[in-house]
């Protein structure tokens, strides 16, 4: 008799013990869950620092640190992250402690100082507004070439077109609800602005030439009735 309620004790336990093995990775998810919450975005709003190489890495605020980053350059320079995407790679260590090798243009842009860079034409330019529709502006390059002399020498494996290259400063809107990039123009805000009935209303009913006039200020009405809020996290 005695035997047997000690085998039944030894059965109660190791069913215990069992079920708290497998509540225990819930319960770790949700701890984990409690660090993450999410703020709306402000003038006093702090960025992570870090190189982005994708638009996820930018909307989560998870960057990949300057620890992770494989460099002789002086991390504490103020032109650190300027320097290191100078070159055709960089060198960093993903999460399993590997290093990798990779090319510059696959980079998104980076944070330098809780400020916001953006890898577009070829160029890191600084995204000065942000918001539910973030505004920049980057320099657009368009190559042409010349057809001048093209008759006179079309049969002459010598031939080689005259190129020249112009440069244009450009308008863009970045949606951060998917990471799209758009010409900023009053066409492109008039599909954006569809998602608020009001606004968008109010934005039709104006002219053509205010509606290039006033965009600008439709974009940050948007941004304020509809504000950014972006995962901050708590160690």
């Known amino acids: 008799m ?21 509540c225990q990775p ?35 605020n998870k960057p990949i640190s300057k620890a992770r980053i494989v460099t002789n350059a002086n991390k504490n320079s103020l032109d650190y992250f300027e320097r290191l995407l100078e070159n055709d790679f960089i060198y960093l260590y993903d999460d399993l402690g590997v290093e990798l090798k990779l090319p510059v243009k696959q980079v998104w842009g980076f944070c330098n100082k809780s400020v916001i860079y953006i890898h577009w034409n070829s160029e890191f330019n600084r995204l000065p507004v942000m918001g539910v529709l973030s505004h920049f502006v980057a320099n657009k390059t368009t190559i042409q070439s010349s057809q001048n002399n093209y008759n006179a020498y079309r049969y002459s494996q010598y031939y080689m077109p005259n190129t020249s290259s112009t440069y244009e400063m450009k308008q863009y809107v970045l949606n951060f609800e998917n990471g799209e990039i758009m010409e900023f123009n009053y066409k492109t805000v008039e599909v954006l602005l569809m998602k608020d009935e009001e606004l968008y209303a109010k934005f039709m009913g104006i002219s053509r030439k205010q509606k290039k006039k006033l965009k600008y200020m439709y974009l940050r009405e948007f941004n304020k009735k509809h504000p950014l809020y972006i995962p901050v996290y708590t160690y």
């Open 26 to 60: 819930a319960s770790s998810f949700a701890q984990a869950d409690s660090l993450v919450r999410k703020v709306p975005h402000d003038l006093a709003f702090k960025f992570t620092d870090g190189i982005y190489l994708n638009f996820d890495q930018v909307k989560n």
């Open 2 to 22: 005695n035997l047997k309620n000690k085998n039944s004790k030894k059965y109660f336990t190791l069913i215990l013990l069992l079920l708290l093995f497998v």
